[in-house]
């Protein structure tokens, strides 16, 4: 059989346009048009084509690129610079504009607080299409990397040091400086000094900048290449990191919300992320579902006292969950009398309350007398200490075991079952599909437009799987269409 063979050299009649670069159900005509579609003055970006000075790029097609780029794992500025010159999409999405990765960087850095909010635009477009309802929304965190080494971070005491030998290192260089320019010789040398002294300047603006941290945010270490960042442990290790919150929608898994934090746990996000969601699609959601690592009773309250159902379980049933067997005598096999105000043990004695603590309401019991522990077959196991066994009642006790029991409820594991698959796809999709293994921006500022991004691109991936590639790119055709409307009236 023949062969078909290729010729570079091939002359044509007409040239192509760019136009026939892309089919017409190419996926990257999704993404022009969902940037077409973006309201850029709520974003913050100046839209304005008429204005005095040197020509820019399209602010449109710069933002065009940025999602691409990032929908497919491309977030470095010179891989960018290459794709449009090499891509066949990417130079029809960019309409033949060919910017240097200075220029993608400069926009990027520029736009970092426009690049936040497009997610929110991304999702508010999913309310629109049908695509989320907002009725259950489930909360989970990731960590991800900072770009920061963990050997950067330090203590007070360590930058305090650091920054008064930059003291005295810049002290002596400015001296050296001086006898050198005054002798009029060693032109070589001073040049080198000049160096020395400028990397010493910007060491010593990091290093105070470290410290302000340390100030501001009142922690005992920070990272001096990105102060905002924290130390954090994931199995991969402890390293400087952003612990990620995704809000996920139940209708078709996706992200409604997502935010960059630096705190190293879960427990006191839950509450401020179904908030800011609930913002985003405009009403009170009816559920709210996350794991033990967000059950912090005080925290659950604010959503629960909302009048949204809350389905999170406590450490212990987390645990129990995972095959591990209850302690014989944990907390639950004493019984409350709430009328009298005290526990029975499984050996039928009292434990009476003996006072609260002031910092946090938590009320403690005691056994009566001490001897029974003593003389109980079961001492050694219930409790090892000699003045008898003792229990803790939390402030919202009650409130806890409302939150236990509803999750133990055939509705609360209907709900809880369903989380796992909505909140790991997202991450799943960012860190394996799109190769996410660290932020290239940083701050919080930086993170956060980075996240963004990533959580738009898997929304679009997501509505492409849902909608097909024609029937999104119409309605989103006649949202522009909309859009433009109204800017004209």
């Not at 709520?42 to 304005?48: E, F, P, Q, S, T």
């Not at 105070?208 to 100030?215: C, G, I, P, T």
Request: proline content about 2%.
């Amino acid at each position: 059989m023949a062969y078909r063979y290729g010729n570079r050299r091939q002359m044509l009649l007409l040239p192509v346009s760019i136009e026939e670069y892309v089919s017409d159900d190419g996926v990257v005509r999704v993404y022009d048009e969902f940037v077409e579609s973006l309201d850029l003055a709520v974003l913050g970006i100046d839209d304005a084509p008429h204005q005095v000075g040197s020509p820019e790029y399209d602010p449109r097609a710069m933002l065009k690129l940025l999602v691409y780029g990032y929908s497919y794992g491309i977030k470095s500025s010179r891989k960018l610079e290459r794709a449009v010159h090499d891509n066949l999409s990417f130079v029809w999405l960019m309409g033949g504009l060919k910017p240097d990765h200075k220029t993608i960087a400069e926009f990027r850095r520029k736009h970092k607080r426009s690049l936040a909010q497009v997610l929110k635009q991304c999702a508010q477009l999913c309310l629109e299409l049908g695509l989320i309802d907002g009725n259950v929304l489930f909360v989970d965190g990731t960590k991800i990397r900072a770009n920061a080494g963990r050997s950067r971070t330090h203590g007070g005491k360590w930058y305090a040091e650091t920054l008064s030998a930059l003291e005295s290192r810049i002290g002596s260089l400015l001296t050296e400086i001086e006898a050198v320019d005054g002798s009029e010789q060693g032109l070589s040398s001073l040049v080198r000094l000049d160096k020395d002294l400028a990397n010493a300047e910007r060491r010593r603006a990091a290093v105070k900048r470290a410290l302000s941290a340390l100030q501001e945010r009142a922690v005992k270490q920070v990272n001096e290449t990105d102060p905002e960042c924290s130390l954090m442990h994931s199995v991969q290790g402890s390293h400087a990191s952003y612990n990620v919150q995704s809000v996920v929608d139940d209708s078709h898994g996706l992200i409604v919300h997502a935010a960059a934090v630096n705190a190293a746990t879960d427990v006191n996000q839950f509450a401020d992320q179904i908030k800011q969601s609930q913002e985003v699609v405009g009403k009170r959601c009816e559920s709210a579902c996350a794991d033990a690592g967000y059950s912090d009773v005080e925290e659950l309250a604010r959503i629960e006292g909302a009048g949204t159902e809350v389905v999170v379980p406590s450490q212990r049933q987390a645990s129990e969950a995972k095959g591990r067997a209850p302690k014989p005598f944990s907390k639950p096999k004493f019984r409350y009398e709430q009328e009298g105000d005290y526990y029975i043990c499984p050996c039928d004695r009292r434990l009476e309350y003996v006072g609260t603590d002031k910092n946090n309401g938590k009320r403690h019991y005691k056994i009566v007398d001490g001897r029974w522990c003593l003389d109980c077959r079961h001492f050694g196991v219930c409790t090892n200490s000699e003045s008898g066994r003792k229990i803790v009642r939390l402030a919202k006790e009650e409130l806890k075991e409302k939150f236990e029991k509803l999750y133990a409820s055939a509705r609360g594991r209907q709900i809880y079952r369903r989380r796992k698959q909505r909140c790991e796809h997202p991450f799943g999709h960012i860190k394996r599909n799109l190769g996410v293994q660290s932020f290239l921006l940083r701050g919080l500022e930086g993170a956060q437009a980075e996240l963004s991004l990533w959580s738009t691109c898997f929304n679009l991936s997501r509505m492409v799987s849902l909608l097909g590639v024609g029937v999104l790119v119409e309605k989103l055709r006649q949202r522009c269409c909309v859009r433009r409307a109204a800017v004209a009236i």
